[in-house]
């Protein structure tokens, strides 16, 4: 469990935008300083400047695209010249891709399993023994409702989020009684870039979606009772047990209704 928000660090991953922009905005406003980190340093800024002004935040940006191999530890070692002990890490940095096989990019995809699996794994081994040692910290890492379940035209991104979201567990179970709470976010359809970035644009607009600050809310509810897993939404929730009920063959080809590309998209 972290010991306490106020005049604490947390380090924030996808911070640019989104879900990691509302947690920077949470984390800041119950006095927590933040290590801001994306591709896109100029939101970075704009980000920090905003804190700063409104909350005192002290925030040191840090921008990297932590789909690159050597960035986690890069990041990593940044953060210890700078001097900062964390408190709470929010590994959020991830993307989605919606498409055919045919139009699949292998490189592509390689990227999104180095962001979504690989730089969220290795910056959790990194952050987390100095945590355990103090006995004290947090660790919250971002998965999705597609953790439960196959997703078609997803695939490699549902897959991910399942990894995600077991690693996650598993640690919850080792750390748990060392002071430390490891936990994964499974929220369901966001108000976010996410869907745009998927190349899916306006696919947000046909569905039922919450907001950024609810999903933020419940996760640091969820971190501060010490849970294993946060599902925002009672309608989330019940869809990630009604998948468990159901044939998995059942569940797979219902997927396919959601997020079936357009005859028309052209390949990227």
């Known amino acids: 469990m972290i010991e306490a928000y106020s005049e604490h660090w947390a380090v924030v991953t996808g911070a640019s935008s989104g879900i990691g922009a ?9 006095g927590m300083h933040l290590v801001l980190t994306a591709r896109r340093k100029d939101l970075l ?3 920090a400047e905003e804190l700063h002004t409104r909350h005192g ?10 789909s690159e191999a050597a960035a986690p530890q890069k990041l990593f070692d940044e953060v210890k010249k700078r001097n900062l002990d964390i408190e709470l890490l929010i590994n959020n940095a991830g993307f989605g891709w919606v498409c055919e096989v045919k139009d699949v990019e292998p490189n592509h995809i390689r990227a999104l ?11 959790t081994y990194l952050f987390l023994p100095e945590m355990v040692e103090r006995k004290h910290g947090g660790i919250i890492n971002v998965a999705s409702v597609a953790a ?5 035209y997803m695939g490699a991104y549902a897959a ?3 990894y995600v979201l077991h690693f996650s567990e598993a640690l919850w179970a ?5 002071g430390v709470t490891v936990m994964a976010l499974c929220p369901g359809t966001t108000e976010t870039e996410f869907f745009d970035v998927a190349g899916v644009p306006g696919w947000l607009k046909k569905q039922k979606s919450q907001t950024a600050g609810k999903v933020v809310r419940e996760a640091l509810k969820g971190l501060e009772k010490g849970k294993q897993f946060v599902v925002p939404g009672w309608h989330n929730s019940l869809l990630t047990k009604l998948v468990r009920i159901a044939s998995r063959k059942t569940v797979v080809k ?6 079936r590309p357009s005859s028309k998209k052209k390949s990227k």
């Not at 399993?113 to 910056?123: C, F, P, R």
């Not at 219902?254 to 997020?259: P, R, T």
């Open 22 to 30: 509302e947690f920077a905005r949470r984390l800041a406003a119950r």
């Open 57 to 66: 935040t002290r925030c040191e940006v840090i921008d990297c695209d932590l």
């Open 174 to 178: 080792e750390v748990r009684k060392k």
């Open 113 to 123: 399993n180095e962001l979504n699996i690989q730089a969220l794994t290795e910056l």
């Open 254 to 259: 219902e997927s396919m209704k959601y997020f």
């Open 45 to 47: 800024e704009e980000l």
């Open 148 to 152: 439960f379940q196959p997703v078609a």
């Open 160 to 162: 991910g989020k399942a």
